[in-house]
Nanobody, 121 residues
Framework: QVQLVESGGGLVQAGGSLRLSCAAS????????MGWYRQAPGAQRELVAVSSRGGGTNYADSVTGRFTMSRDNTKNTGYLQMNNLQAEDTAVYYC???????????????WGQGTQVTVSS
């Protein structure tokens, strides 16, 4: 079935960069929406960025100018490039996708397993 696998998290110094990957596998027809959430311990889940076919890409104010979403359509893989990372970016990052597949009619939402990003100050 459809699965999203995340990678690319790790430990970085403030001011450093990471690129997160979200690879979708399975019998996928199309991806209408892809985005990223993050959650720090004891904090609310926060929408970081979201991209849709008709609506372009939107970023949270806290990451605008530093984070960029991209996609490799041939591999059904999305990326989140994170530059100038700060301590407040420390969180578990989750990717999600709204996609149609060969397993059922219509669109469903799928979630990655999460990847830890830790930024030292």
């Amino acid at each position: 079935q459809v699965q999203l696998v995340e990678s690319g998290g790790g430990l970085v110094q403030a001011g450093g960069s990471l690129r997160l990957s979200c690879a979708a596998s399975g019998r996928i027809f199309s991806i209408d929406v892809m985005g990223w959430y993050r959650q720090a311990p004891g904090a609310q889940r926060e929408l970081v960025a979201v991209s849709s076919r008709g609506g372009g890409t939107n970023y949270a104010d806290s990451v605008t100018g530093r984070f960029t979403m991209s996609r490799d359509n041939t591999k059904n893989t999305g990326y989140l490039q994170m530059n100038n990372l700060q301590a407040e970016d420390t969180a578990v990052y989750y990717c999600y996708a709204v996609a149609s597949s060969g397993y059922r009619e219509g669109y469903d939402t799928y979630w990655g397993q999460g990847t830890q990003v830790t930024v030292s100050s």
